[in-house]
């Protein structure tokens, strides 16, 4: 039973380019969340989607962030427009919706934006 | 504002003996609490989690202790490990609500 697959593992992007994170959670879990880890920081929630909708997206930034969990297929982060800021490792998290110890996260993607 | 903080970002302990991890809290709707680990280059990795109508809930080697009144909240594992070595994230959620807020880590070093 493959756990939360996100890929890339490492994505290099130029300031101004879009990057594009992709998780697929484990299989019967239909919810998903991501989470940004800055360094020497701790991980900060960004959103939680179920299939083709947005729950709670309070921490996500206003512009250039998106993120979407379609009907086929993997929950897609979007950042467009990428600035240095931006780098970070991003991890998503899948749960079947019934309770919190069911969290499962992916081993993340590091964004390096130079 | 840090909702959830660990003031210790690290921790050196021998093999074999009680590793304290502590966390501490301002939000009061937090009602369910959890411990997590991480070795670099993975993703967090559950230990051990407490409701708030606990005050102790206990997980072979690892013990959690609430402490509400305080908004205090501390991780016991015993007896230390070399495996054990890694970073500790505490977090925490309020009810009905799925999204963790996590603290910044302590990175919990044994020595062998």
């Known amino acids: 039973n493959a756990g939360v697959m996100q890929n890339p593992r490492h994505l290099v992007r130029r300031r101004g380019q879009e990057a594009r994170l992709r998780c697929s959670p484990m299989k019967g879990h239909s919810h998903v969340y991501w989470y940004r880890q800055l360094p020497e920081e701790g991980l900060k929630f960004m959103v939680y989607l179920q299939k083709e909708n947005i729950i709670d997206e309070s921490g996500m930034p206003k512009e250039r962030f998106s993120a979407e969990f379609p009907k086929e297929g993997p929950s897609i982060l979007r950042i467009q427009q990428v600035v240095r800021g931006d780098s970070a490792a991003y991890f998503c998290a899948s749960s079947p919706g019934t309770d919190l110890v069911g969290y499962t996260f992916g081993s993340g993607t590091r964004l390096t934006v130079v | ?112």
């Open chain 2, 1 to 112: 504002d840090q909702q959830v903080k660990q003031n210790s970002p690290s921790l050196s302990v021998q093999e074999g003996r009680i590793s304290i991890l502590n966390c501490d809290y301002t939000n009061s709707m937090f009602d369910y609490f959890l411990w997590y680990k991480k070795y670099p280059a993975e993703g967090p990795t559950f230990l051990i989690s407490i409701s708030s109508i606990k005050d102790k809930n206990e997980d072979g080697r690892f013990t959690v202790f609430l402490n509400k009144s305080a908004k205090h909240l501390s991780l016991h594992i015993v007896p230390s490990q070399p495996g054990d070595s890694a970073v500790y994230f505490c977090a925490a959620s309020a009810w009905g609500n799925e999204k963790l807020t996590f603290g910044t880590g302590t990175r919990l070093t044994i020595i062998p």
